[in-house]
């Protein structure tokens, strides 16, 4: 007999009907039950947890659950028995004639005749506001009979065809590229027209744009590089700013993509003998140098893993083994500066982390995190053997922040001529400043040479606008592919 042939009573068609509303009902609860579960979840980690997750900047972490009271309500300070570097070097200034502050001759109180004057030194740090002003010039011609055309003088200190001069054109390149003061402000400032300033900054990236050339050819013989990557949006659309710098020098690019072929742009396709340090994006992949993979991002992960199993006693043995020696590790080359004792304590750490990795383990994510370990085992310990080597990507980040708060203030370029003005620019100025403690000054006796003299090419301009390096350790030569 079919199925559809059986003839049931009413009272069975009316259990089934209950039956299947119940079913109904039970599955509708459970996927509600489900939702509100996960709502739970994400409330209480928006709660207990940092804003940005494990990449919470220290400056916006909460209170931790365990601090004292008396902790909590000492405000900032080294830590308890910290030495403290002190002021450190401190730049020389203009020093302007010593001031007399004379005393009257009656006391102010009784008005009887004072005795025994003497006077006390107090050093002060002044400051006068950025002014601009006009300067009127005078430019001689004459004629050439033998030539036949008018000789023309150039006015001093000077490019042609720009209303700014030297002085007024490098302190709104510096304030603008290096400290981040916008162009509006500049322009209240300075009283010009932002269109006047957005012109000559633009011709001036032009002038100085062969010179990015010899910033890279250089980059590519340093020991040590660093690099990183954030959004940059350019006219609305998303893209990306990528930073290259070591000790000394700094490039810069503004485009449209994230992709591997910047790295390649930069850096060039032969062989260098100098150690890469970055993330694990794999967009540096390409690059053919040695690399070494930033310890921050690994215990930043290897956090994370506590975090998202808070109840697994394996994954809590592998932290709490794992953790400390990687950030020791990061720690080390500041607390041992004696070569062979750095060493022998970094070989030590590295058998120690070793030993944790290979360990046998159970749980899928101990494993998955072993396996980056294993699986780049040449981009992890290039610190043991080189103390100038860094296991982290610090040196970048903080390289990369007054780019993020630029970022922030103008929300990016506003054109691919503004986005190339920026990347030359900021490449320039920023390895100035890098070299010099004063780097409007530099760049503006920079650019009064390059006024003053003819047609620069790239060679000429490198000479020109970077004084030499303090420090030519950690240059080394490239090696043919």
């Not at 309500?73 to 002021?87: F, I, L, M, N, Q």
């Not at 990347?423 to 000054?441: E, F, K, N, V």
Request: with cysteine; aromatic share 6%; hydrophobic share 35%.
């Amino acid at each position: 007999m079919a199925l559809g042939d059986l003839r049931l009573c009413p009272g069975c068609l009316h259990y089934l009907r209950e039956r299947d509303e119940a079913r109904r009902k039970a599955k509708t609860l459970e996927r509600e039950n489900r939702t509100l579960r996960q709502e739970l979840n994400r409330q209480h980690r928006t709660i207990h947890e940092p804003p940005f997750g494990s990449s919470t900047p220290s400056a916006k972490l909460p209170f931790k659950p365990d601090t004292t009271a008396e902790r909590q309500a000492r405000k900032g300070g080294a830590k308890p028995g910290h030495p403290g570097r002190g002021r450190g070097r401190q730049r020389q200034r203009p020093q302007r004639p010593p001031e007399i502050v004379r005393i009257p001759q009656l006391c102010p109180d009784c008005a009887r005749r004072l005795e025994a004057a003497a006077t006390r030194t107090r050093t002060l740090v002044g400051c006068d506001p950025p002014q601009t002003f006009t300067r009127t010039v005078q430019l001689e011609e004459a004629w050439c009979p033998c030539c036949r055309k008018t000789i023309r003088t150039q006015a001093p200190e000077a490019f042609p065809r720009l209303l700014l001069d030297n002085s007024a054109l490098a302190y709104v390149a510096v304030e603008h590229f290096l400290y981040g003061v916008t162009l509006g402000r500049l322009a209240a400032i300075t009283g010009l027209a932002k269109g006047t300033l957005t012109h000559a900054l633009n011709w001036l990236a032009e002038l100085l744009a062969p010179g990015l050339t010899g910033l890279e050819q250089e980059l590519r013989l340093a020991a040590v590089i660093w690099a990183d990557e954030t959004v940059w949006r350019n006219d609305g659309a998303n893209g990306y700013a990528w930073m290259f710098r070591t000790t000394d020098l700094v490039v810069y690019r503004f485009c449209g993509t994230r992709a591997g072929l910047i790295p390649l742009e930069v850096l060039g396709t032969l062989s260098l003998l100098g150690v890469l340090i970055t993330d694990r994006y794999a967009g540096y992949n390409g690059v053919r140098m040695a690399r070494q993979f930033c310890y921050a991002h690994l215990l930043r992960d290897l956090q994370d893993l506590q975090k998202q199993f808070p109840q697994e006693a394996e994954i809590s043995a592998f932290v709490a083994t794992l953790a400390p020696r990687l950030g020791a590790a990061m720690r080390l080359r500041h607390e041992v500066t004696h070569r062979p004792a750095y060493r022998r304590r970094a070989r030590q750490l590295q058998r120690q982390i070793l030993k944790a990795i290979n360990r046998t383990a159970r749980h899928p994510a101990i494993q998955s995190y072993q396996d980056i370990f294993r699986h780049h085992p040449d981009n992890l310990f290039h610190w043991v053997e080189n103390p100038q080597v860094p296991p982290d990507n610090n040196y970048a980040e903080r390289g990369l922040r007054p780019t993020v708060i630029a970022r922030k203030l103008s929300f990016g370029s506003q054109s691919e001529r503004g986005a190339r003005t920026r990347q030359i620019l900021m490449s320039i100025i920023g390895t100035i400043a890098l070299r010099t403690d004063d780097p409007w000054r530099v760049f503006r006796d920079a650019l009064n040479r390059l006024a003053a003299a003819p047609t620069p090419g790239p060679a000429d301009l490198t000479r020109l606008l970077f004084p030499k390096p303090q420090d030519h350790t950690t240059t080394i030569q490239t090696q043919a592919a």
